[in-house]
């Protein structure tokens, strides 16, 4: 599970700050009077979740994309990452993204990873965890992996005896938000989302926690 929960912990305290009104139908309310932290184990299940109404809003290093802009509102970004394209460390056949074509990758279903691969001729195999993906590569099953930049070098900080290597990053990094669904009454939870945003950015949480889970911080527009 991505590490960006902690930020929706920081969240979730922020938007209780406010007084609630009793029997209110508005999200924020709602949430205000029994929110509750699910963690979802499975990429594909978050999503869904917010569609069917199961979440209210979601956490999980998620990219905002023209495709799910149409969707859902998102939230100003929180943090900014770069996708890498990661392969066994002998892989001398793949150095750029265009070196994908015709090539076996391996992501997440349904994760914007998974798309991007898919852009760039790849055929894609789903898994469900980032230790799923690392282990198709490694055993020659996939010929690489498109990923999160700071979680790859989270894996690659935790385990420096892993046989990968990044051969190649975007040049422009994904903007990262929370969205929720484009209804009337989401509106003051997205407002109030943004707030909270504002507020833990000018106090320094974001950078915080950014800090302590990635070694780097991941809040500011130039990733670094």
Request: charged content about 25%; hydrophobic content about 40%; aromatic content about 6%.
């Amino acid at each position: 599970m991505k590490k960006f929960v902690s930020l929706l912990l920081a969240l979730m305290m922020a938007l209780g700050m406010t007084a609630l009104a009793e029997e209110s139908k508005d999200q924020l309310a709602r949430i205000q009077e029994k929110g509750e932290i699910v963690i979802a184990t499975e990429w594909d299940g978050i999503l869904a979740g917010i569609d069917s109404g199961r979440y209210d809003i979601a956490a999980n290093g998620i990219d905002v994309t023209e495709q799910r802009s149409e969707k859902y509102n998102f939230s100003t970004p929180y943090a900014f990452n770069r996708t890498a394209l990661v392969v066994r460390g002998d892989n001398e056949d793949i150095k750029t993204f265009e070196d994908l074509k015709g090539k076996k990758t391996t992501n997440s279903i349904a994760s914007t990873y998974m798309i991007l691969a898919e852009e760039f001729g790849a055929e894609v195999v789903g898994v469900d965890t980032l230790d799923q993906t690392i282990m198709q590569v490694l055993t020659g099953r996939a010929d690489a992996t498109l990923n999160s930049e700071v979680s790859i070098a989270d894996y690659m900080q935790k385990r420096p005896d892993a046989n990968i290597k990044i051969v190649a990053l975007t040049e422009e990094a994904n903007l990262v938000a929370i969205p929720t669904r484009k209804t009337d009454d989401s509106a003051s939870l997205l407002e109030a989302i943004n707030q909270a945003i504002a507020e833990l950015r000018e106090e320094g949480k974001l950078s915080e926690i950014s800090m302590k889970y990635f070694g780097r911080d991941i809040t500011a527009e130039t990733v670094g």
